[in-house]
C-alpha cells in the first residue's frame, strides 16, 4: 500500500509565477480531493474528482486556481499569477466512491510559500 | 449544510490523564463523523469513523468517540494521555460531496 503521495513536498516561489503541484492517489480509488489548510485551520475544500470528471469546482478559490485530471488517475492542481495570501498547504485526498460512509485517505500535503 | 465547531482550540493535558476533545456537528442529514489526527508538516491520518450502528466507536491508538444524535455531539476521548499523542485533532462531517472540517484542536501533553 502506497499511501497517496503529493510532489513537491515544499514550493517556494515568487509572487506572480504559476506553480503546478501533483498528487497521486491510492490506485483502487476513484475519487480525488484538494483542500487547502492555513495556519491553524482545518482543510478548505476546493474540488474533487470522480474518475477523470472534475464534479465540483466553485469553491476554487479564484480563477487563478484549476485542476486536472486527465487519465483518471494522478491529478494536478495549478496556481496561475500567485499571490501571497495563496502560502498555504496544499493537501490531496482519495477515496472510494461509497456515498458519504467513505473516508478520505490524505497525502503528506505540498507546502507552498509566495515571496 | 453539515458544519463542524470543535470547543477549544488549545486543550493541555498531563501524560496519563483522560484527553477530552470537544465536537459538535449540524447536519439537514443524518451524519457521518469523522476524527482526524495531524502531525507536524504531515497530512491528516483518521483516527475513527461514525456511519451507522454502534454510537460507540473505537479507533487507532486507544482513542474513542460517541455520536449523540441528542447533543449533536461527537466528542473524542482517550483514557490516558501519551506523550506521541500530541498533535493536532480535527472533527469533519461528510457532505455529499466534500469533508467538512473543524478548526482544530491542538492537544499538548505535558510529562
Known amino acids: 500500500d502506497t499511501g497517496v503521495s503529493q510532489n513537491p513536498r515544499h514550493k517556494i516561489t515568487k509572487r506572480g509565477q504559476n506553480v503546478t503541484f501533483r498528487c497521486d492517489p491510492i490506485?483502487?480509488?476513484?475519487?480525488l480531493y484538494w483542500y487547502r489548510q492555513t495556519l491553524g485551520q482545518g482543510p478548505e475544500f476546493l474540488t474533487y474528482?470522480?474518475?477523470?470528471?472534475?464534479?465540483?469546482k466553485s469553491r476554487l478559490l479564484s480563477d487563478r486556481f484549476s485542476a486536472e485530471r486527465p487519465k483518471g488517475s494522478f491529478s494536478t492542481l495549478e496556481i496561475q499569477r500567485t499571490e501571497q495570501g495563496d502560502s498555504a498547504m496544499y493537501l490531496c485526498?482519495?477515496?472510494?466512491?461509497?456515498?458519504?460512509?467513505?473516508?478520505?485517505?490524505f497525502g503528506p500535503g505540498t507546502r507552498l510559500t509566495v515571496t | 449544510a453539515q458544519s463542524v465547531t470543535q470547543l477549544g482550540s488549545h486543550v493541555s493535558v498531563s501524560e496519563g490523564a483522560l484527553v477530552l476533545l470537544r465536537c459538535n456537528y449540524s447536519?439537514?442529514?443524518?451524519?457521518?463523523l469523522f476524527w482526524y489526527v495531524q502531525y507536524p508538516n504531515q497530512g491528516l491520518q483518521l483516527l475513527l469513523k461514525?456511519?451507522?450502528?454502534?454510537?460507540l466507536v473505537k479507533g487507532i491508538n486507544g482513542f474513542e468517540a460517541e455520536f449523540k444524535k441528542s447533543e449533536t455531539s461527537f466528542h473524542l476521548t482517550k483514557p490516558s494521555a501519551h506523550m506521541s499523542d500530541a498533535a493536532e485533532y480535527f472533527c469533519?462531517?461528510?457532505?455529499?460531496?466534500?469533508?467538512?472540517f473543524g478548526a482544530g484542536t491542538r492537544l499538548t501533553v505535558k510529562p
Open positions: 485526498a482519495s477515496s472510494l466512491a461509497l456515498g458519504q460512509s467513505y473516508e478520505q485517505y
Open positions: 490506485s483502487e480509488h476513484n475519487r
Open positions: 474528482f470522480q474518475n477523470e470528471a472534475q464534479l465540483e
Open positions: 447536519s439537514s442529514v443524518p451524519p457521518y
Open positions: 461514525y456511519t451507522t450502528g454502534a454510537t
Open positions: 469533519a462531517v461528510s457532505g455529499l460531496n466534500d469533508m467538512r
